[in-house]
């Protein structure tokens, strides 16, 4: 198979429009395309970049919170996860965010990728992760603003909550999926 050479646009100039706080800022884009098209006036939005960890314990139950959301109708599970401060790395971001809002930490970590929320707009990068053998070494130290519950699935809790819509948020479903499917993968392999 052959790969057509695909052709990239290319940002003139950019303008920042809204520099509401360091959870939003909006920027105008001029942008040129390939046939020499210029769009004025092309919205990027900048939010900090997050991760999203899925922790599974030794006992193989799974993490989540039932927890309330500003943009989401009634509650939702979810997996632990946050933004990351400046200059920090994804995984040092997971490890911490896991301890903070959950108590528990992981000496196992699969990354599942890094993952633009919007390619037309910017948005923000959101690197999920799985954390094997969690283990809770202290309470929780969490400055969340929403009230969550700490809950304890099984595999087919977990597996009938995404199926039912639970995880309202698209990269949570993701994560949800992505480390079902990983876990799927990994018992084939050892079944071979």
Known sequence: MSKK??????????????NHSK????????????DGQIIPDWAWLIIPSAVIVLAVTENEEFLCFRQTK???????????????EPDEAPLDAAKRELLEEMGYE????ISLGSHILDPNRGVATMHLF?????KKI??????????????????SEIESALRKGEFKILAWSAVVAMTLNYLNALNLQKAE
């Open 138 to 155: 202290t309470e929780p130290n969490s400055d969340d603003l929403e009230d969550q519950e700490l809950l304890f699935l099984s595999r």
């Open 106 to 109: 992981s000496s196992n970590w």
């Open 23 to 34: 959870f939003l800022t909006v920027e105008n884009h001029v942008v040129k395309l390939p």
């Open 5 to 18: 050479s695909l052709r990239v646009w290319e940002t003139v100039s950019r303008e920042v429009i809204l």
């Open 70 to 84: 500003y943009a989401v109708e009634g509650t939702s599970l979810a997996p632990v996860g946050g933004m990351l």
């Open 130 to 134: 799985l954390a094997l053998n969690a």
